[in-house]
C-alpha cells in the first residue's frame, strides 16, 4: 500500500490527451476509447478524474494542438492540473490536488507513453503513490526516425517494466482496461 499515510483513496489521472499530443498517436482511436471508458468507470464508482494538460512552445495555451481531444470531456468539478514539464507533479498543483482528495493509488492514462507517461508514473512512485498504469489506454508517436523503437514497442517495454514495479510499502503494476475496478 501507499506509504502516503491516511490516503486511502485512487484517483484516475488523465495526462495530456490534446489534440496536437495523439494526433499522430500509435492506436489513437482505441487508446482514446480505452480512456473513455477509464473515465466512465472512475464516475461511476464516485473516484476522481484528475486532468492534466502540457504547454510549451508547441502546444501554446488556448490553441487548437493544446485542447483535449473533443473524444473526452472533463466535467467541471473535476480538477484540470496545467504544466510545462514531462513529470505532472513537477511546479504544478497536482499533490494539492490529490492530497486533498485523500489519494494515495493512481491509476494512469494517457500519452506521451515514452514522455509523460513515464516521467509521471516515476514521479509518482518516487513521491509515495502506488501507482497503476492502464496497459491498453497509453500511446506514443512514431518517432523512429530520431532512433527510437517503434511506438509498439515502446508501449510493451513501458508495461513489461512497470509490472514489477515495487518499493517499500508502494506497488506498481500495469492492468487492462477492462480488467480495471474502482470499487
Not at 499515510?5 to 499522430?24: M, Y
Amino acid at each position: 500500500m501507499t506509504t502516503l499515510t491516511d490516503r486511502p483513496n485512487t484517483a484516475l489521472l488523465v495526462i495530456d490527451v490534446q489534440n496536437g499530443v495523439v494526433a499522430k498517436a500509435h492506436d489513437r482511436d482505441n487508446v482514446i476509447a480505452n480512456i473513455g471508458t477509464l473515465v466512465g468507470k472512475a464516475r461511476a464508482a464516485d473516484v476522481p478524474v484528475v486532468w492534466v494538460q502540457h504547454s510549451d512552445a508547441d502546444l501554446v495555451k488556448d490553441s487548437e494542438p493544446w485542447q483535449y481531444v473533443p473524444d473526452l470531456v472533463r466535467e467541471d468539478a473535476e480538477p484540470l492540473v496545467h504544466k510545462n514539464f514531462g513529470d505532472s507533479f513537477e511546479a504544478t498543483e497536482l499533490e494539492q490536488v490529490l492530497a486533498e482528495r485523500g489519494v494515495g493509488r493512481l491509476v494512469v492514462a494517457g500519452a506521451q507513453t515514452d514522455a509523460c507517461i513515464r516521467s509521471t508514473i516515476h514521479g509518482a512512485f518516487a513521491r509515495g503513490y502506488d501507482v497503476t498504469l492502464v496497459g491498453d489506454a497509453h500511446t506514443t508517436e512514431d518517432l523512429t526516425a530520431y532512433g527510437a523503437p517503434s511506438p509498439d514497442q515502446v508501449i510493451a517495454h513501458t508495461n513489461l517494466y512497470w509490472q514489477y514495479q515495487q518499493a517499500p510499502g508502494r506497488i506498481g503494476g500495469t492492468v487492462e482496461t477492462a480488467d480495471i475496478s474502482f470499487a
